[in-house]
């Protein structure tokens, strides 16, 4: 059963440069892996246009995108790009590969691909028409606003009809910053009552800051806030935060910060102390984890950590890390799946100016075609080396056969020469 695979590379420049945890990044860097394997024929596989159906096999496809975020994650894309070449060539000689040895944009992204391969992510969501309303609606995402009034003005007709909202706070995080994001918040709340925020600060307050900025909301504006995504740069400080002022908080760098400081047991902890509570603590509210796959590691991993937030009662948010719309639909089909209840926070195709490979319902950006992007192809070994031989043997059959032709040649000039003195 020969298998193939194709790496296309991207690098789609930004329609801003952006500062990601103090790193500017105007272009961002990807990969989509496209797996390829002999299959049974099955109605539901998806074929290739012209390739797909050979001597009556089928080749079944999966593709998975594989981009670290600078700033965010602990890979580089180099290092993401050599894990890559690791895991296809184990891929193409094994059939199976132990995901748990490859950093968190290797596994993700390769097991997504095992998943597709295999048929296994559920479309829920048919969306033959981008432009569909009731299709558009399936793919609701938490509108991303920055707290930035003028720009909030711009999606004022939006704001009116829309229930939910993610505000980005704390991008200065000085006290006037904080105050100023306070404002914000709270004039979002009272210009449109129908409106509940989601706030995430990525821990870049100190427990005052967040303080001033609860500071600037009502308690009763506050139960409209779902929740603030790490408050501040500690745990200890998130959760007084929590304490003092009664909004609730999510983790999200926090989960991946306690993984590095204790794999496979950090993040788990973290979310059964969630609700556990905290002893000393009274009325700590920890409602919500985000789990930003690409930053995570495996499809497994992802899923274990979601089944662990949902038992212990708490919200699940899949959330975007900057991929492309061909990543982020992928998202959206998780998000269906495994977090039904809960919307994602996968509103950041604006900052690209071109879509990959499949447009994002409702997106209007140029689509780019995997078939335009640079993209290497690899083969199973043990079939490159049959090829190999197969060439040689072919090479030894001509020379077998041009030096039997020139034995005939002489045989026949000899018969010319005896004929002649005869
Ligand atoms: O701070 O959660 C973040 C995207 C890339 C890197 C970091 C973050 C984000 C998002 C994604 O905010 C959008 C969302 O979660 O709604
Ligand atoms: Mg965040």
């Not at 593709?63 to 070449?85: N, Y």
């Not at 691909?113 to 558009?136: G, V």
């Not at 509940?196 to 967040?210: I, V």
């Not at 139960?223 to 745990?235: K, L, T, Y």
Request: proline share 4%.
């Amino acid at each position: 059963m020969p298998r193939k695979v194709k790496l296309y590379h991207y690098q789609l420049p930004l329609d801003c440069a952006m500062i990601l945890r103090g790193q500017s990044v105007s272009v961002r860097e990807g990969w989509v892996v496209e797996l390829h394997e002999n299959g049974e024929l099955e109605q539901s596989t998806e074929l290739l246009d012209n390739e797909g159906l050979k001597n009556n096999r089928v080749i079944r496809i999966g593709r998975g995108e594989i981009a670290p975020l600078p700033g965010f994650s602990i890979e580089t894309a180099a290092q993401a790009k050599q894990q890559l070449d690791n895991v296809i060539r184990h891929w193409l000689e094994q059939g199976t590969v132990d995901l748990n040895l490859y950093c968190p944009s290797v596994a993700f992204g390769f097991s997504m691909a095992l998943l597709t391969l295999e048929n296994r992510l559920p479309q829920a969501i048919d969306c033959d028409n981008a432009h569909n309303d009731s299709c558009h609606n399936h793919f609701a995402s938490a509108i991303l606003l920055a707290a930035d009034r003028r720009l909030i003005e711009t999606k004022h007709t939006q704001l009116l009809t829309t229930s939910l909202c993610k505000l980005k706070i704390a991008t200065q995080p000085t006290i006037e910053g904080a105050i100023h994001d306070g404002e914000v918040a709270r004039q979002l709340l009272q210009e449109y009552p129908q409106l509940r925020l989601r706030l995430d600060a990525n821990q870049r307050w100190d427990l005052t800051g967040a303080l001033a900025f609860a500071n600037q909301i009502t308690p009763e504006l506050r139960s409209r806030i779902d929740f603030i995504e790490e408050p501040c740069g500690a745990v200890s400080e998130c959760l007084q935060f929590s304490h003092q002022t009664g909004i609730a908080i999510a983790w999200d760098e926090s989960l991946r910060d306690a993984e590095q400081y204790k794999p496979k047991q950090g993040a788990i902890e973290l979310i059964r102390a969630a609700s556990a509570g905290y002893a000393n603590l009274d009325a700590v509210r920890v409602t919500a984890i985000v789990i930003k796959p690409m930053l995570t590691g495996s499809l497994s991993h992802c899923r274990h950590l979601i089944e662990q937030a949902h038992q212990q009662g708490l919200t699940v948010v899949i959330s975007s890390s900057l991929e492309s719309s061909f990543g982020l639909l992928q998202l959206a089909h998780l998000s269906k799946w495994l977090t039904p209840d809960s919307t994602p926070g996968l509103d950041t195709l604006h900052v690209f100016k071109q879509q990959v490979a499949m447009p994002y319902p409702g997106c209007n950006l140029p689509l780019l075609a995997l078939t335009a992007l640079p993209c290497r192809t690899y083969l199973q070994q043990t079939v490159h080396k049959l090829q190999q031989t197969v060439n040689k043997l072919q090479h030894i059959d001509n020379k077998r056969q041009n030096s039997h032709n020139q034995i005939q040649d002489i045989n026949t000039k000899q018969h010319h020469i005896v004929e002649a003195y005869k």
